[in-house]
């Protein structure tokens, strides 16, 4: 007798990963994404030091905040003109 219960079979087929195929990002589309972000990192990074440096914040302090604007460049543009636009002007 097999000791494996035979209702719980179809539970686990659903749970089966199916095999597809996918086409691979064309390598132009991979270099452009890489790029666009890249610049919005360095322009983050600009702002973030450049406002922080006109509060007078330490160095350390200025490092850290161009680290995180690095890291979330679109929304820490974002955040920079609906927020800090006027004071950092």
């Known amino acids: 007798m097999n000791s494996f219960p035979m ?3 179809p539970a686990v087929a659903l749970f ?9 990002e064309p390598v ?3 270099a452009l994404s890489t790029i666009t972000s890249t610049l919005f990192a360095i322009v ?3 702002l973030s030091w450049q406002c922080n440096t006109k509060f007078d914040h330490p160095v350390i302090l ?3 905040f161009a680290v995180l ?3 979330f460049g ?5 955040y920079y003109y609906l927020f800090r636009f006027d004071a950092c002007r």
């Open 7 to 9: 209702n719980l079979v």
């Open 69 to 71: 604007a690095f890291l």
């Open 44 to 46: 983050a990074v600009y």
């Open 16 to 24: 089966r990963q199916k095999e597809t195929y996918s086409e691979p």
């Open 62 to 64: 200025k490092i850290a």
């Open 74 to 78: 679109p929304l820490y543009i974002a």
């Open 28 to 30: 132009w589309l991979k």
